[in-house]
């Protein structure tokens, strides 16, 4: 194997996602008849991009999108007072810090001394982007915090969501303008770290995010009305049954996607999912940069912990490539953790053998049928 392929710089975007899990059964204009509940207990949020978007055209995807210089603006700060001052903002402390790989990588629209903390910026990123593409407003009204961390609830649509919409649309800015009129702050304390993705090199020139994936628990699911732009349909689905959708070709998920939905598949109740977010504040979040393998009819994406995964910053710019077949690559090995990426279909199967370094789980490996490919 070798690692050739070596480009200029890519240019980095700070991107935030949230993973809305609901209990209930989904409302709204274009809900469904309720079904039964599923064998998780909890469904997510999964849009539809439309497929004129430049990346990922027609995936379906969890809310969120690029940060913006309005998610760290100064004027954040009078909203969340007096309840909620800075440097903590009421979120449960960060546990120290280990030295990451890859290093961050540098973006010259970072702010160089924003007026928030980058991980409150980007839950405000989050629940802005909700809105914008979804229409749900995980907002909550400027008071002191809950006694006890439950579940949270998106705010009602209120007068003139679509007015308001377009404005947050065409200026970032006016999300604020919006929490102040609703006299609501972004429920920043419901949005739970999760994962971070970093995309990874697959050619000179592709678009790459650094994207931070919060999760957030619903006590049932908001109405949702896509923008109809950007996003053209939505849908609640539990993890098993978008691994099903996913498998039989009704939806496109891409592989952080994918691999987060299994992962999800190992909670059986949404109070279960809560209580781990909870129990999980004290871990830090690792920041993962798959390598792309690429072999003679397929590609696998190797994650941290794998046996051919190499921490070198060359690979931030890098792939690895073989003549051997993806089949031939599975035989050799025995410590997996990695998305196999079955190429004619986009069909996935995910192997894992390795444990997690901290509190987090990995999903169960999961091997397509030969007959879904």
């Given at each position: ?52 978007q ?8 969890f ?11 100064a004027?954040?700060l ?5 309840h ?42 989050a629940?802005?982007e ?20 439950r ?10 969501l ?71 349909g ?19 998920l ?36 798959p ?28 792939v ?12 050799e ?29 990995f ?5 397509v ?5």
């Open positions: 194997m070798s690692g050739p392929l070596r480009s200029g710089p890519s240019s980095w975007r700070r991107a935030a996602s949230v993973l809305l899990a609901a209990g209930g059964a989904p409302r709204g204009p274009a809900a469904p008849p309720p079904a039964p509940p599923p064998a998780e207990g909890f469904r997510l949020l999964l849009l539809q991009r439309s497929e004129r430049g990346f990922l055209p027609g995936a379906h995807v809310p969120g999108g690029t940060l913006d210089a309005a998610d760290s603006s004027d954040w009078s909203l969340f007072a007096p909620h001052r800075p440097p903590g903002f009421g979120l449960r402390p960060a546990p120290p810090p280990r030295r990451p790989f890859p290093e961050p990588p540098a973006e010259g629209a970072r702010a160089a001394d924003p007026a928030l903390p980058e991980h409150v910026a980007a839950r405000i990123c629940v802005r909700a809105f914008e593409e979804a229409g749900v407003l995980l907002l909550r009204p400027r008071a002191p915090p809950a006694a006890a961390p579940p949270a609830r998106a705010l009602p649509p209120p007068p003139g679509a007015a308001w919409r377009a404005r947050v649309l065409r200026d970032p800015r006016q999300f604020l303008r919006l929490c102040a009129h609703l006299d609501c702050t972004p429920d920043i304390w419901a949005l739970h770290d999760w994962s971070v993705w970093l995309t990874p090199f697959l050619q000179r020139g592709g678009r790459r995010y650094d994207t931070t994936f919060f999760l957030c628990c619903l006590s049932e699911p908001p109405p949702v009305y896509p923008d109809l732009g950007e996003v053209v939505s849908k609640w689905s539990s993890p098993s049954e978008a691994t099903e959708s996913f498998i039989s070709k009704e939806i496109w891409a592989p952080p996607q994918f691999y987060e939905i299994r992962r999800l598949e190992n909670f059986a109740s949404l109070s279960d999912l809560h209580k781990f977010c909870l129990d999980l504040t004290s871990e830090e979040v690792e920041r993962w940069l390598i792309s393998l690429l072999t003679a009819d397929g590609r696998i994406q190797l994650l941290p912990g794998d046996e051919l995964y190499l921490e070198d910053s060359d690979f931030l710019e890098n690895l490539t073989t003549e051997k077949k993806t089949e031939e690559i599975m035989k090995g025995k410590k997996f953790h990695r998305v196999v990426i079955h190429s004619l279909n986009h069909v996935y199967s995910i192997h894992v053998t390795v444990q997690s370094k901290n509190k987090h789980v999903p169960k490996t999961y091997v049928n030969k007959s879904r490919l």
